[in-house]
């Protein structure tokens, strides 16, 4: 019986040390869902763009991808577009508006071609409640803006994607998704690319094999599905002129 005591002293220490580490890892998940909503929290991934470009300068007339996730991770672009030029600006969990407050960094100096903007998805995921609509008028913005400075460059919306781990948002995605490509009817120089409408089979179960274990990053099979959807695009709108890398 003496020895219970103990080791009931150490089995409350070992409860409170694992309620705490949860605790912690909750408050920095927290900190980092509210930080990442402010543009500030990107401006480390935007300096080092900047110090590539000069060590690396990018190629004239390329299509430029922005965004968030989807293409920062697409380890592949430049391959699996070419011979589209390509230059890739994606940074972290970023918002349209994010692309947009640090457009004067990562749009105007490069004079794109053409622009492929792939975001949405975490302006939806925000802890802040953002909705369909202020997705559409954050694009709105976005469009407004690059028109403003100049930049005439076509600007293709590739629609917000599901995955599994955020199914319940998908209806707002879809949501979203509707509201942009009707805009994008009514203003010249816009275009809507569609891959959501891939990720399912003809049951409309959300295919998994696209995606990584997290269920929400895309694998090879993810961004073999994306190359498949947007190469052409670019392709037949007369982008694939050109087979330098970036």
Known sequence: MK??????????????????AIVVLFGFLLYVLLASGNPAYWEGDIAAFER??????PPRDAVLFVGADDVRQWATLPYDLA????????????????????????IFPYRPRAIVLMAGEADLSDVRGRRPEDVLNDFKTFVA???????SAP???VSIRPSPM???????????????????KTAPGLYYIDVATSFFDAKGDLRDEFFRWDGLSLNEKGYAL?????????????????????
């Open 3 to 20: 020895g219970d005591a103990p080791m009931g002293r150490l089995l409350v220490i070992i409860g409170a040390a694992i309620g705490l």
């Open 52 to 57: 590539r470009d000069v060590s690396n300068p």
């Open 83 to 106: 011979p589209v030029p390509v230059i890739q600006r994606g940074f972290g969990g970023a918002q349209i508006a994010h692309v947009t407050h640090f457009a004067p960094r990562i």
């Open 145 to 151: 803006t690059l028109r403003g400075h100049g930049i």
């Open 155 to 157: 600007i293709y919306f």
């Open 166 to 184: 955020r199914s319940s948002r998908w209806l707002g995605a879809q949501r979203a998704n509707a509201l942009i490509q009707d805009y994008e």
């Open 226 to 246: 994306l190359t498949q959807i947007i190469k052409p695009t670019l392709i037949k709108a007369g982008y694939g002129t050109g087979s330098e890398l970036q």
